[in-house]
T-cell receptor
Framework: KNEVEQSPQNLTAQEGEFITINCSYS?????LHWLQQHPGGGIVSLFM???GKKKHGRLIATINIQEKHSSLHITASHPRDSAVYIC?????????????FGTGTRLKVLA | ETGVTQSPTHLIKTRGQQVTLRCSSQ?????VSWYQQALGQGPQFIFQ???????GRGNFPPRFSGLQFPNYSSELNVNALELDDSALYLC????????????FGPGTRLTVL
């Protein structure tokens, strides 16, 4: 079992829909990142959070430390949101701040 | 403020060869982490360098090695290339060993034939 699990693996939505991507993890963490990766590889950091909720434009990220779960929400989705969304946790194992990544959720938003 | 840059963008090698990938960290950042991302997978942590010293390593064999220079730029070296080394190699820089938010480079896509 992976230490960071994302669901769903693939998601197709119509423009304007509300989207939720989930991330569950099984290790101790000091922070969780949501990342966006477009075709070609470049990764952009969307959020880094260790508690509560953050909002940036149409994106909202929440984390529940007790339940070891985080969600990324996209409101009023748009075709330009099509990308792979990756959850990454900053593990505190062995004193090394190691990042563990989920396998990503591939989102396609149709016009 | 200059972002994280990587070179080359693409590279093709054959089995058994050696490769060096380069990363320039974002201005002011002293920590560089390297990741391998196989097709369809999430990135896997290779190692991290903080102030020119290795600060942690993932499950990669010794033929994966690295360096960090006084200006905090970094190199990833892979010896005796294998077909399974074909992947996107990402570097990310951050400030301080504790790993404040990481900023990723565009990656180097390595193909081993």
């Amino acid at each position: 079992k992976n230490e960071v699990e994302q669901s769903p693996q693939n998601l197709t939505a119509q423009e304007g829909e509300f989207i939720t991507i989930n991330c569950s993890y099984s290790v101790g963490i000091s922070a969780l990142h949501w990342l966006q990766q477009h075709p070609g590889g470049g990764i952009v950091s969307l959020f880094m959070l260790s508690s509560g909720k953050k909002k940036h434009g149409r994106l909202i990220a929440t984390i529940n430390i007790q339940e070891k779960h985080s969600s990324l929400h996209i409101t009023a989705s748009h075709p330009r949101d099509s990308a792979v969304y990756i959850c990454a946790v900053r593990s505190t194992t062995s004193g090394t701040y190691k990042y563990i990544f989920g396998t990503g959720t591939r989102l396609k938003v149709l016009a | 403020e200059t972002g994280v840059t990587q070179s080359p963008t693409h590279l093709i090698k054959t089995r058994g060869q050696q490769v060096t990938l380069r990363c320039s960290s974002q201005s002011g950042h002293n920590t560089v982490s390297w990741y391998q991302q196989a097709l369809g997978q999430g990135p896997q942590f290779i190692f991290q360098y903080y102030r020119e010293e290795e600060n942690g390593r993932g499950n990669f064999p010794p033929r994966f090695s690295g360096l960090q220079f006084p200006n905090y730029s970094s190199e990833l070296n892979v010896n005796a290339l294998e077909l399974d080394d074909s992947a996107l190699y990402l570097c990310a820089s951050s400030l301080e060993r504790q790993g404040n938010e990481q900023f990723f480079g565009p990656g180097t896509r390595l193909t081993v034939l």
